[in-house]
């Protein structure tokens, strides 16, 4: 089964702008992702080619880099994952910027039922809050948060997502992030 997977936004900035966002990928103050709300990405040896990580359950290791305008990470979990995922960042023909996250993979045994009952859902819901967070980073008055559906938020509860602190889940931390804690992901994101 073939999975491709797009998401992006349109950003009012500069692509070198956009794209130290980008650069910021699994760092101590990462600017992209939903540190609040997700499992933090984290590497190894820091995002640059060869390190080996990912987020939660999802292992990959970052195959290619362009600093400020590409990277791609190769899957190496869960089993049955065979492709990859990366963020682009261009410039528009109107000005701006899009940044872009596609997944290519096809899957395999009993991914054929994980992605498109549940790692699709939860994947969906991560990006559009990390592409959330890269226009907020540029137009802090543009709030228009988007809410997680009721089978997120079930996802959300079953499979104990507090990771996003960066604490492993045992059942004494089992919860399901707050309206809150979202804002609060938001927030950082804009700088306030």
């Excluded at 939660?56 to 492709?83: K, L």
């Excluded at 910027?97 to 549940?118: E, F, K, Q």
């Excluded at 969906?124 to 890269?134: F, G, H, N, P, Q």
């Amino acid at each position: 089964m073939a999975v491709l997977n797009v998401h992006e936004r349109r950003i009012p900035a500069p692509a070198e702008r956009v794209g130290a966002l980008l650069d910021g990928l699994a760092g101590d103050d990462d600017p992209l992702w939903p540190l609040a709300t997700w499992p933090r990405m984290g590497f190894d040896r820091g995002l640059r080619v060869g390190s080996r990580g990912g987020h939660g359950p999802i292992g990959y290791s970052v195959t290619d880099y362009v600093p400020g305008r590409w990277v791609r990470f190769r899957f190496s979990a869960p089993s049955g994952f065979d492709g990859y995922h990366e963020f682009t960042v261009g410039p528009e023909e109107e000005g701006g910027t899009v940044l872009r996250h596609v997944i290519a993979m096809r899957l395999h045994g009993s991914a054929r039922l994980s992605w498109p009952l549940a790692f699709r859902w939860l994947h969906d819901a991560l990006l559009e809050e990390c592409l959330d967070r890269a226009v907020l980073a540029f137009e802090p008055a543009r709030r228009g948060r988007r809410t997680w559906s009721p089978y997120v938020r079930l996802l959300r509860c079953l499979t104990s997502q507090t990771a996003a602190r960066g604490k492993r889940s045992t059942p004494e931390t089992w919860s399901c992030p707050t309206p809150a804690a979202r804002e609060a992901s938001a927030s950082s994101a804009s700088g306030r």
